[in-house]
C-alpha cells in the first residue's frame, strides 16, 4: 500500500500531503489509515484542522497474514490481471513486492502458483490500473469523475459522472455511472476513457435502477452488451 510505504519513512505526514501525493481525498488517507490499523500497523492520528499521521517509531511491521491456499488465489488473480494489462507494470511490482515480504514457505507457493499458471484467453482491449484505481476511490468516496470519451464512430466528448461499478463482461471492461449532463445511466468501454480526473466533494449518489447489474445490462433499458454510451 502507497501509504504505509510513505509512514514507513517515520515522518509526521498532514492528511492534505498524504492526499495530494496518493492523488486521493483526504477522506480515502483516513480510511486506509483505519485499515492499516486494522492489519495491526500502529498508525498514530493528529486530530484537528491539521490532522495528520504517522507510524509509530520502532514498530514492528507484522507479517502478512495469509494461509497457503490464499496466496494462490492472489498469484492466479495477478496473472490473470497480467493478461489485462500487458502495458502496465503494477501487477509485476505486486508480484515482486510480495515475493519480498512473504516467509519463505508463503514464498515458495507463491513462485510454484506463478510457475504452473497459463492465462490463454487474451483480451479484446487491454486496460490500464490508474483508471481502475480513480475508478475505485470515486466510487467508496461517493464522488464524481471526468474524462475524455470516444465512441464506435470516432466521436468525442467530455463526461462528468458519478461511477457506480466497472464490470468484466464479453471480454471487455465496462464502467456503469450516471452520466450528470445527460441526465441518465450509462455504460462505458473503459478502454475509449482518457484523461480520468476525480472531482472534489462527495456527492448524495443516484440510486441504480435494478437490483442486479446483470438483468439490467440484458434488458432494454440497459441496451447490452454495449459497446458505446448513448450521446
Known amino acids: 500500500m502507497n501509504l504505509l510505504m510513505l509512514l514507513q519513512s517515520g515522518a509526521d505526514w498532514p492528511a492534505a500531503t498524504l492526499a495530494q501525493r496518493l492523488g486521493v481525498s ?18 498514530q492520528a493528529r486530530p484537528g484542522p491539521g490532522s495528520g499521521y504517522r507510524l ?54 507463491a513462485a510454484a502458483t506463478d510457475l504452473a499458471t497459463e492465462v490463454l484467453q487474451q483480451p479484446t482491449t ?34 462528468l459522472v458519478e461511477p457506480y461499478r466497472h464490470v468484466l463482461r464479453t ?16 455504460t462505458f468501454c473503459i478502454d475509449r476513457m482518457t484523461g480520468l480526473t476525480p472531482v472534489p466533494g462527495t456527492h448524495q449518489p443516484h ?6 447489474i446483470e438483468h439490467w445490462l440484458t434488458t432494454d433499458f440497459g441496451r447490452a452488451p454495449r459497446t458505446t454510451s448513448n450521446r
Open 26 to 43: 483526504v477522506r480515502t488517507v483516513r480510511r486506509d489509515a483505519q485499515r492499516l490499523r486494522e492489519m495491526g500497523y500502529d498508525v
Open 56 to 109: 509509530r517509531p520502532g514498530v514492528k511491521i507484522p507479517p502478512l497474514l495469509f494461509s497457503a491456499d490464499e496466496i494462490s488465489a492472489v498469484i492466479a488473480g495477478l496473472r490473470v490481471l497480467q493478461t489485462w494489462l500487458p502495458e502496465d507494470p503494477v501487477t509485476a511490482g505486486a508480484l515482486l513486492k510480495l515475493d519480498q515480504v512473504l516467509p519463505r514457505r508463503l514464498r515458495q507457493r
Open 126 to 159: 487491454a486496460i490500464i490500473a490508474t483508471s481502475i484505481g480513480v475508478i475505485a476511490d470515486a466510487v467508496a468516496d461517493n464522488s464524481r469523475i471526468e474524462f475524455h470519451y470516444t465512441d464506435q464512430h470516432n466521436r468525442s466528448s467530455t463526461r
Open 171 to 186: 471480454g471487455r471492461w465496462y464502467l456503469i455511472a450516471f452520466d450528470l449532463d445527460r441526465d441518465d445511466w450509462r
Open 207 to 212: 440510486e441504480f435502477p435494478d437490483a442486479s
